[in-house]
């Protein structure tokens, strides 16, 4: 099952995860490489809708970072909107909210590209 689901908004790839919560090593990996293969896709503005995450490891934070930095190498932009407070959190403790640019909803988020 895939762990991601796109939908386009204009020029911007909506991005949907479809599980709650990233745990297991397999679906971290799986999770990772269908977000690298957006980037390397050549879509260059990336949405993350978080709406439906309540929990992400670890390993899955650090795929973020990754991402992050794959998008900005290819010259393109990510956002993320919609995070839960318990995510928010877990940002704000690691320093992630500097990382990255998080927006309260997806049209703030859309507006922002």
């Known amino acids: 099952m895939e762990k991601i689901s796109l939908s386009q908004n204009g020029d911007v ?5 479809s599980q709650p919560k990233f745990l297991d090593d397999g679906d971290i990996q799986q999770l990772g490489d269908e977000l690298f293969q957006v980037v390397d896709s050549g879509v ?19 795929r973020f970072i ?3 930095k794959r998008v900005k190498s290819a010259g393109g932009e990510l956002r993320l909107v919609s995070i839960t407070p318990e995510i928010e959190k877990i940002f704000a403790i690691t320093r992630l909210n500097t990382l990255f640019s998080i927006h309260p909803d997806l049209p703030s988020g859309l507006a922002s590209f």
Request: hydrophobic share 55%.
């Open 13 to 17: 790839t909506v991005v949907t995860f």
């Open 44 to 62: 260059e503005k990336i949405l993350l809708d978080m709406s439906t995450v309540g929990f992400l490891s670890s390993a899955a934070l650090n």
């Open 66 to 68: 990754m991402l992050h």
